[in-house]
């Protein structure tokens, strides 16, 4: 939120408070102030060594040479058709102005002013930013000839002065600006950009950021004075109001304002709305704007005569109800929009006028009929304005307006804005929670604005209706509980004098308070929740940085570890020292993603979709990493894993949701350096080594390799599964070529893995020791010819089941295929290690080598290989 300093100043004095003390305060109080802009005021100056605070931006105004002129004739140039020269008085000499300004090109010629106007006037010498160049760029006016005539000074636009960015046309100053006043007195400003985080939603207004400066100096807040001078027919007379769901809208107010004169808002008016990042408009949506900035609360105004045409005979009658699917509405912004019955509309009895809390319909708009007559001068409308093509045929400006007030369900609020892109400033506040109590407020000083700047007559009365009135929180406090929770002592009287200055209500009881949140508050809950709020705002209210440094009171809870979080750190980081990187994917998907790799029927499905590639909780934790290599394929190197949860729907019921494992490798073995030329690419056996290391890591002893049954996402003989303890915990192996071309990888094979976490979690880990033998061992390698299809995992199961505990260690060291050796076999050469409790002979040895041999014969055919 971007507040002028000065706006704030309607509100709150602050003498003696410099800019910066003011964004300290409110930084310190949970307003973090993001940057200052200066647009004329005196910028600090920082000496060598000292800290900026803040962020700081924006451009002095020199008293001496910026002020306060008049224009008192606008004259044609002599050699230049599109220049006009201005007779001007600057409150100490006339001068003789040359500009190209448009906004007053139309006076040329006529002769001397009857009423002069007031501009910004700035003297040779004065430093400005270049109104025709890209960005703000500074330049000093410097006397020059242009087409012959003298030119040593300007008259200036917004975007010279850094108010805006507008250059089309020159300042046009109120009437009543004083002639020759320095420019910074008159309209000098600063305006703070604050952060409005969704706890602080309630202060994203001028008086919201007001009251809490006012408890934090001990200032007095000046309240908004609403006096409304009213006659004619009510309009309780002539409009009625129905809600169809109090729950979608608690709260709806009409007001009415007849005769008014559509024409520009004053410029101090204007330059607020502006600094504030607003685009003015007209006196009347101006009026809206003001009042919502300065309040909180957003309005909408409808042109009443549409309405009354639409309702003919009968009685105008308002209702908000939701949405049809298909129903549609063309919004302000010229966009018909397509709704959902999860959209409120506001509506009468003829159709829909507007999208509830978030934008208004054009049909039903304030319009005026002046920007048409430009129109058809062919002067195009500024970026962001509405063209009136479309309803050109109402042929005049607006007279009487009715004017909206509401509250609506911030959730429903929230999810329409996202749903058509639609962030305004109206949606920006509903959808963060607007309190029913400010929509009679709001519509009574948007109806004073318009009164004061567009000379209408108000009705007397306002439509209301309020047929769920929200309960405000009473949360009971004791000084015991200050005490504890924040640290400090302080009596019943002292948390009452700083609630008060929040406009809390309280009331001194035998144990401490009773505090009751004010109408504006939505965000005070009640019991142990509530309590935590109001010694929020206590603490707040004191000063955090007022609060003492302590030791902690209370006793610190038992520390409970979380077994299974520490085990998964402890996969991770036998993960990550086998090389892998850990990665954290989305886990919303789309089961067209998904399919690439697996199939399911049945998904979690979400409500409100950030979009269509994100409409399902994943099943496959798999799909999610294989998304992320595909993204990093062009690396050399990927190996990849993430530690997450899949999404299993229960009918009725939140979902399951397992933990699972995922692996990707892919690319080179080994990354290009000046000592490796060609490193071959990861393949199998690269993510077999790493998975025994995880599992060694784990402890795991009893593990099992075998053939995989119904992976299809896999290369059949190029993977496995893995058992452990005779539980099958995961399965590994290359991406399988038809999976793999619904990807974009490369050439190199597509290694994954994925894992159930639960089973391999669940599964006994060994812990026994085995001691050091005193006994020397005995090493001897042996080669066996097998048969093809003889898995070497069941050699090596026989080889230890024969020689017992004296084969400490088998290791399988070559793998050889000859015609030598014939058709269909395989030559494999294992390393055998023979140890017992004391020495063994070569004779020893070599008969467990013979009963191991023999086994072998008789079980699988093998032979012995000389």
């Known amino acids: 939120m971007k507040l002028p300093i000065s706006w704030l100043k309607d509100f709150i004095d602050l003498d003696g408070l410099t800019v910066e003390d003011i964004a300290r305060k409110l930084t310190l109080a949970g307003l973090e102030v993001d940057e200052i802009l200066y647009a004329g005021l005196e910028m600090p100056v920082y000496k060598d060594g000292e800290k900026h605070e803040f962020k700081t931006n924006g451009l002095a105004w020199d008293k001496e040479k910026i002020v306060v002129a008049e224009i008192r004739e606008v004259k044609a140039h002599p050699n230049a058709d599109k220049l006009t020269l201005l007779d001007l008085f600057d409150g100490k000499q006339e001068q003789m102005v040359l500009t190209g300004a448009p906004n007053i090109f139309h006076l040329k010629g006529t002769g001397r002013l009857e009423k002069p106007i007031k501009v910004a006037y700035a003297k040779e010498g004065s430093t400005l930013y270049d109104g025709h160049a890209e960005g703000l760029q500074l330049m000093t006016l410097k006397r020059a000839k242009i087409r012959g005539v003298d030119s040593y000074s300007m008259v200036c636009s917004e975007k010279e002065l850094g108010i805006t960015d507008e250059s089309d046309g020159i300042i046009l100053l109120d009437d009543d600006a004083p002639v020759g006043m320095p420019l910074a007195d008159y309209i000098g400003d600063a305006v703070l950009d604050i952060s409005i985080l969704p706890n602080m939603a309630r202060n994203a207004n001028v008086i919201g950021i007001a009251r809490e400066l006012a408890a934090l100096t001990g200032r007095t807040l000046k309240q908004p004075q609403i006096e409304l001078k009213t006659s004619g027919e009510s309009v309780e007379s002539s409009v009625a109001i129905e809600i169809s769901n109090p729950e979608l809208n608690p709260r709806f107010v009409l007001g009415l304002i007849r005769n008014v004169e559509i024409k520009p808002s004053p410029y101090q008016i204007q330059r607020r709305l502006k600094l504030a990042g607003v685009r003015a408009i007209n006196n009347i949506v101006d009026a809206t704007n003001y009042a919502m900035i300065e309040l909180g609360e957003p309005l909408h105004a409808f042109d009443y005569d549409i309405l009354k045409q639409r309702a003919g005979k009968k009685k105008i009658k308002i209702i908000t109800r939701a949405a049809k699917d298909g129903e549609k509405l063309t919004t302000l912004d010229g966009v018909e929009r397509k709704l959902t019955s999860m959209n409120v509309l506001v509506c009468d009895e003829k159709g829909s006028l507007s999208l509830a809390g978030v934008m208004g319909g054009s049909e039903s708009e304030v319009y005026d009929a002046s920007k048409e007559v430009l129109d058809a001068k062919g002067i195009e409308p500024k970026d962001g304005e509405m063209t009136q093509g479309k309803i050109t045929s109402r ?472």
Not at 599 to 612: F, L, M, Q, W
Not at 831 to 860: G, W
């Open 395 to 866: 042929g005049r400006s607006t007279v009487n307006v009715l004017l909206e007030g509401a509250a609506w369900n911030f959730i429903n609020i929230r999810r329409t804005a996202k749903q058509h892109n639609l962030p305004s400033e109206a949606s920006f506040r509903f959808s963060r929670g607007v309190h029913p109590a400010l929509a009679e407020t709001g519509v009574m000083r948007g109806l004073q604005y318009m009164a004061a700047w567009a000379n209408g007559v108000v009705a007397p009365g306002l439509v209301d209706a309020y047929p769920l009135k929200p309960k405000d929180s009473v949360v009971e406090v004791t000084p015991k509980d200050v005490k504890r929770l924040l640290g400090i002592d302080l009596t019943a009287e002292e948390v009452s004098a700083l609630l008060q200055k929040l406009e809390f209500k309280t009331e001194i009881t035998k144990s401490g308070l009773r505090v009751t949140a004010p109408a504006h508050r939505m965000d005070i809950d009640e019991g142990m929740v509530g309590l935590a709020d109001v010694l929020e705002e206590v603490a707040r209210s004191y000063g955090f940085d007022n609060i003492p440094t302590t030791a902690i009171a209370d006793a610190l809870p038992p520390q409970v570890g979380n077994p299974v979080h520490e085990w998964e750190e402890h996969l991770r980081n036998l993960l990550v020292a086998a090389g892998l990187q850990e990665v954290v994917t989305y886990r919303m998907t789309s089961p067209e993603r998904e399919s690439r790799v697996t199939k399911h029927d049945e998904y979690v499905r979400i409500a409100n979709p950030i979009a269509p590639e994100r409409s399902v909780l994943r099943r496959s934790l798999l799909s999610s990493v294989l998304e992320v290599a595909e993204k990093n394929a062009r690396a050399e190197s990927v190996a990849m894993f993430e530690v997450g949860p899949i999404f299993e729907p229960v009918k009725n019921d939140l979902p399951n949701e397992p933990r699972r494992l995922a692996i990707v490798m892919t690319g080179a073995r080994i990354v290009s350096a000046w000592d490796v030329k060609d490193s071959p690419r990861f393949d199998f056996f690269d993510l077999k080594g790493r998975i025994e290391l995880l599992l060694a890591g784990l402890r795991f002893t009893d593990i099992v390799y075998a053939e995989t049954v119904s992976q299809p996402h896999l290369h059949p003989g190029k993977s496995a599964e893995v058992k452990v303890n005779g539980q099958v915990v995961g399965v590994f192996g290359e991406l399988h070529p038809l999976a793999k071309e619904k990807y974009e990888f490369g050439e190199a094979p597509v290694i994954v893995a994925e894992f159930n976490l639960e089973k391999l979690r669940g599964a006994n880990p060994s812990y026994g020791i085995t001691p050091v033998s005193e006994f020397p061992p005995i090493y001897e390698d042996i080669a066996l010819i097998l048969d093809e299809s003889v898995a070497a995992s069941t050699v090596e199961a026989l080889i230890r089941q024969t020689g017992g505990k004296t084969v400490t260690d088998v290791r399988l060291f070559d793998v050889y295929r000859d015609e030598k050796i014939g058709a269909g076999k395989k030559s494999l050469a294992y390393s055998l290690t023979y140890q017992a409790e004391k020495t063994l002979t070569d004779a020893e040895a070599a008969a467990i080598r013979n009963k191991i041999v023999k086994r072998l014969e008789n079980a699988l055919g093998a032979k012995l290989r000389s």
